[in-house]
Nanobody, 119 residues
Framework: QVQLVESGGGLVQAGGSLRLSCAVS????????MGWFRQAPGKEREFVAA????????YYADSVKGRFTISRDNAKNTVYLQMNSLKPEDTAVYYC????????????WGQGTQVTVSS
């Protein structure tokens, strides 16, 4: 079992910044991939960013490229999502997720953290 606990959400004005954290614990396999997803009210969950834990390779949705940065701290077993230049359309519940590279779907999910961007 893998446990994921997100933190760092909140209310911010448009143009502001937030940093989300996701602490990873339990029986993780190496290598693995950590991802951030978000779900806005009435919309489907969408991919935001991912990082390959072994070498730090990152992937981003076009909608956040250049504004969001995903990173990891091996010593703390934590993945981060630095969000800059936030827009009202970034408002959503943000989830971190874990998967092994050999599978298609993410296998474990955090409980989510709310991010609200006011205009």
């Amino acid at each position: 079992q893998v446990q994921l606990v997100e933190s760092g959400g909140g209310l911010v004005q448009a143009g502001g910044s937030l940093r989300l954290s996701c602490a990873v614990s339990g029986r993780t396999f190496s290598p693995h991939v950590m991802g951030w997803f978000r779900q806005a009210p009435g919309k489907e969950r969408e991919f935001v960013a991912a990082i390959r834990w072994s070498d730090g390779t990152t992937y981003y949705a076009d909608s956040v490229k250049g504004r969001f940065t995903i990173s990891r701290d091996n010593a703390k077993n934590t993945v981060y999502l630095q969000m800059n230049s936030l827009k009202p359309e970034d408002t959503a519940v943000y989830y971190c997720a874990y998967k092994r590279p050999v599978v298609s779907n993410y296998e474990y999910w955090g409980q989510g953290t709310q991010v609200t961007v006011s205009s």
